[in-house]
T-cell receptor, first 115, second 109 residues
Framework: ETGVTQTPRHLVMGMTNKKSLKCEQH?????MYWYKQSAKKPLELMFV???????ENNSVPSRFSPECPNSSHLFLHLHTLQPEDSALYLC??????????????FGAGSRLTVL | GQNIDQPTEMTATEGAIVQINCTYQ??????LFWYQQHAGEAPTFLSY??LDGLEEKGRFSSFLSRSKGYSYLLLKELQMKDSASYLC??????????WGAGTKLIIKP
C-alpha cells in the first residue's frame, strides 16, 4: 500500500455509539493530522501529531479523542456524537521541517453520518 | 482574524481557460498552496508559491502577489477530468495552514 489509507470509508452511527476511525501512512512522514470537512466550509484542523508533540484545536469537543501509537498510525475515537458532527474526516501526513510550510498528503476520508 | 476568500462555484467550457482567484488576510505568511479535490477523493497537492510571480506546471499555473494578498490558479486547455473542487490554503506565522472553503469547478462539453 502507498500513501495515506483511511478506514472505514463510510460510517453510520447513533449518538450513543462508540466507534473509531483509523489512518495509516506509508510515506515515512513524521507528522499526522485530523481534519474535518463540512460542505462549503473550510477544512478545520482538529489535531496534529508531529515528532515533537501533540497539538490540538481547543475548540474540538471532548467527544473526539485522538490516539497516535506511532508515526505511521493515527486513530480518532468517537463517543456520544451529535448530528452536527456528520462530515468527512480527513487524515493527512507530512514531513515536517523546522522552517517552511509543509505539503500535506491526504487520505480519501471517512464519511461519518450521525443519526 | 484570518480569512481566505475564493468563489464558491465556477463553470467553464472544455478546451477553454479558467482562472480561480484567492484572496487572503492572515497573521504572517509562509506560502500559499493550491489543492485539487475530486468528489469523494482525497485532496491532492497542485502548487506552492512563496515568492511573487507565476509558477507554471503543465496546463496549470499559479500566481502570487504578497503585497495584494492575492493568488490565482490558471487552468488551460480544460478537460472534463478537471471538474473538481480547488482549495486555496495559506501558511500562517506558525506554519499552520488556513484554508478557504474551496471553489467547485464545473466543466461543460
Amino acid at each position: 500500500e502507498t500513501g495515506v489509507t483511511q478506514t472505514p470509508r463510510h460510517l453510520v452511527m447513533g449518538m450513543t455509539n462508540k466507534k473509531s476511525l483509523k489512518c495509516e501512512q506509508h510515506l515515512g512522514h513524521n507528522a499526522m493530522y485530523w481534519y474535518k470537512q463540512s460542505a462549503k466550509k473550510p477544512l478545520e484542523l482538529m489535531f496534529v501529531y508531529n515528532f515533537k508533540e501533540q497539538t490540538e484545536n481547543n475548540s474540538v469537543p471532548s467527544r473526539f479523542s485522538p490516539e497516535c501509537p506511532n508515526s505511521s498510525h493515527l486513530f480518532l475515537h468517537l463517543h456520544t456524537l451529535q448530528p452536527e458532527d456528520s462530515a468527512l474526516y480527513l487524515c493527512a501526513s507530512s514531513q515536517e521541517r523546522e522552517t517552511g510550510a509543509n505539503v500535506l498528503t491526504f487520505g480519501a476520508g471517512s464519511r461519518l453520518t450521525v443519526l | 482574524g484570518q480569512n481566505i476568500d475564493q468563489p464558491t462555484e465556477m463553470t467553464a467550457t472544455e478546451g477553454a481557460i479558467v482562472q480561480i482567484n484567492c484572496t487572503y488576510q492572515t497573521s504572517g505568511f509562509n506560502g500559499l498552496f493550491w489543492y485539487q479535490q475530486h468528489a469523494g477523493e482525497a485532496p491532492t497537492f497542485l502548487s506552492y508559491n512563496v515568492l511573487d510571480g507565476l509558477e507554471e506546471k503543465g496546463r496549470f499555473s499559479s500566481f502570487l502577489s504578497r503585497s495584494k494578498g492575492y493568488s490565482y490558479l490558471l487552468l488551460k486547455e480544460l478537460q472534463m477530468k478537471d471538474s473538481a473542487s480547488y482549495l486555496c490554503a495559506v501558511g500562517d506565522s506558525n506554519y499552520q495552514l488556513i484554508w478557504g472553503a474551496g471553489t467547485k469547478l464545473i466543466i461543460k462539453p
